[in-house]
């Protein structure tokens, strides 16, 4: 998986595949009746809402849109007001909505003119529900200018450097040095998510100027799988939402930042995982996110000790040591 941030590059693959699958189901089963029908019902509202989201949304929806946006009006109305754009907020502050509305007059239009497709309505009608809770989601956790992190004053002292491990346009470095008015950060990443515009370099370089904090930090492009530094070369660690995007090699990944941590540092790290909030944005594919457990055998396989957890945002993070 190095190199390659499959989990969002290969979602839409996973959502067309579904959606074949989905429909397969309907209408290959012409008498979908009792609960055989419900559970064929249910099966294909998860594909096509897993479809509409990873597929669509991203590139039928969130890319035009940001592009509408952008050039209706250059900086989002939330981008205005922190001056910060994270690059890739527009997308999924609207795009969940506009896809929920398309699902929902998709669902009156098939009613409306073909009342014996009830199944079909009605499957749009459960995705444009779905959808809607993604965005309700998306929008409580505010994406484009929310820079809080869980306990992270607890986890840096004056003077230390921190490294922030996949920070994209510096949502969670900006977080780490508002918290923290003395450390010095090195904000690493790989630059190249495809979900982030042009890879978040330039936006992580502008968002740092904007707040103030460009003497602070250093950028540096690199792996956390195999990370471009000594053995603890950092007093504390944060990455949020990255680590959970190495795939196969999380653990190789925990290991390097176990690795570059020094004895007794903490490390702060931030995951996606199952459950209601994830349902709410990902549908059925948030079934194979790591579980809360496999992340606790983890993160202790590589050598940290759990020091408190809970959830945030929708998300769930671990203070670790
Ligand atoms: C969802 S973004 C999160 C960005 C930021 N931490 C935040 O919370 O807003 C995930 C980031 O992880 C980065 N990333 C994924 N795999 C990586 C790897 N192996 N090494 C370095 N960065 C990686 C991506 O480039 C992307 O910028």
């Given at each position: 998986?190095?190199?390659?941030?499959?989990?969002?590059?290969?979602?839409?693959?996973?959502?067309?595949?579904?959606?074949?699958?989905?429909?397969?189901?309907?209408?290959?089963?012409?008498?979908?009746?009792?609960?055989?029908?419900?559970?064929?019902?249910?099966?294909?509202?998860?594909?096509?809402?897993?479809?509409?989201?990873?597929?669509?949304?991203?590139?039928?929806?969130?890319?035009?849109?940001?592009?509408l946006c952008a050039r209706l009006k250059p900086e989002g109305r939330a981008a205005?007001?922190?001056?910060?754009?994270?690059?890739?907020?527009?997308?999924?502050?609207?795009?969940?909505?506009?896809?929920?509305?398309?699902?929902?007059?998709?669902?009156?239009?098939?009613?409306?003119?073909?009342?014996?497709?009830?199944?079909?309505?009605?499957?749009?009608?459960?995705?444009?529900?779905n959808l809607l809770a993604g965005n309700a989601l998306v929008r409580s956790i505010?994406?484009?200018?929310?820079?809080?992190?869980?306990?992270?004053?607890?986890?840096?002292?004056?003077q230390d450097t921190v490294l922030d491990a996949g920070c994209g346009a510096g949502?969670?470095?900006?977080?780490?040095?508002?918290?923290?008015?003395?450390?010095?950060?090195?904000?690493?990443?790989?630059?190249?998510?495809?979900?982030?515009?042009?890879?978040?370099?330039?936006?992580?370089?502008?968002?740092?100027?904007?707040?103030?904090?460009?003497?602070?930090?250093?950028?540096?492009?690199?792996?956390?799988?195999?990370?471009?530094?000594?053995?603890?070369?950092?007093?504390?660690?944060?990455?949020?939402?990255?680590?959970?995007?190495?795939?196969?090699?999380?653990?190789?990944?925990?290991?390097?930042?176990?690795?570059?941590?020094?004895?007794?540092?903490?490390?702060?790290?931030?995951?996606?995982?199952?459950?209601?909030?994830?349902?709410?944005?990902?549908?059925?594919?948030?079934?194979?996110?790591?579980?809360?457990?496999?992340?606790?055998?983890?993160?202790?396989?590589?050598?940290?000790?759990?020091?408190?957890?809970?959830?945030?945002?929708?998300?769930?993070?671990?203070?670790?040591?």
């Open positions: 998986m190095n190199g390659q941030d499959s989990s969002h590059r290969h979602g839409w693959l996973v959502g067309v595949i579904g959606m074949v699958a989905g429909l397969a189901i309907l209408f290959h089963m012409p008498s979908i009746k009792g609960v055989a029908g419900v559970a064929a019902l249910v099966v294909a509202v998860h594909v096509v809402g897993a479809l509409v989201f990873f597929g669509s949304l991203r590139n039928l929806v969130a890319r035009p849109l940001d592009r205005e007001r922190s001056g910060l754009d994270f690059g890739w907020a527009r997308g999924w502050m609207n795009g969940l909505w506009i896809a929920a509305l398309a699902a929902g007059l998709m669902a009156v239009v098939v009613q409306m003119t073909a009342p014996g497709w009830w199944p079909v309505s009605f499957l749009f009608l459960l995705v444009a529900v505010k994406r484009l200018d929310h820079v809080v992190l869980p306990m992270v004053s607890l986890l840096a002292d004056r949502r969670t470095t900006v977080a780490l040095a508002k918290a923290n008015q003395h450390v010095r950060i090195v904000a690493l990443d790989r630059f190249d998510a495809a979900y982030i515009k042009d890879g978040g370099r330039a936006l992580l370089v502008r968002n740092l100027q904007t707040v103030g904090i460009s003497g602070r930090v250093r950028v540096e492009k690199g792996d956390i799988t195999e990370l471009p530094f000594p053995d603890g070369a950092f007093d504390c660690i944060v990455s949020a939402h990255a680590v959970d995007h190495l795939g196969s090699s999380k653990e190789r990944g925990l290991l390097e930042l176990r690795r570059v941590l020094k004895s007794g540092g903490r490390f702060l790290l931030i995951v996606w995982v199952p459950g209601w909030a994830m349902f709410a944005l990902a549908n059925v594919l948030s079934f194979f996110l790591t579980s809360k457990e496999s992340w606790r055998r983890m993160v202790r396989r590589s050598g940290f000790s759990i020091v408190d957890e809970g959830a945030h945002n929708g998300a769930w993070f671990m203070l670790l040591e």
